[in-house]
């Protein structure tokens, strides 16, 4: 059987499910959201922030 992922590219949220057999499955991020905010930060020494830490980052370093 074909593997089947759904991804939601918003422009303030994103998220990814899978199909587990007939129902979805939305797959958590590494902080157990279900959504991540669509943000990509760098800071500078280079380090790239994606999602919620480049969102509580953004007003500090725009």
Request: charged share 25%.
């Amino acid at each position: 059987m074909a593997k089947v992922i759904g991804i939601d590219l918003g422009t303030t949220n994103s998220c990814v499910a899978v199909m587990d057999g007939k129902e979805p499955k939305v797959i958590e991020n590494s902080e157990g959201a279900r959504t991540t905010p669509s943000m990509v930060a760098f800071t500078d020494d280079g380090e790239r922030l994606v999602g919620q830490p480049a969102k509580r980052q953004a007003v500090t370093n725009p």
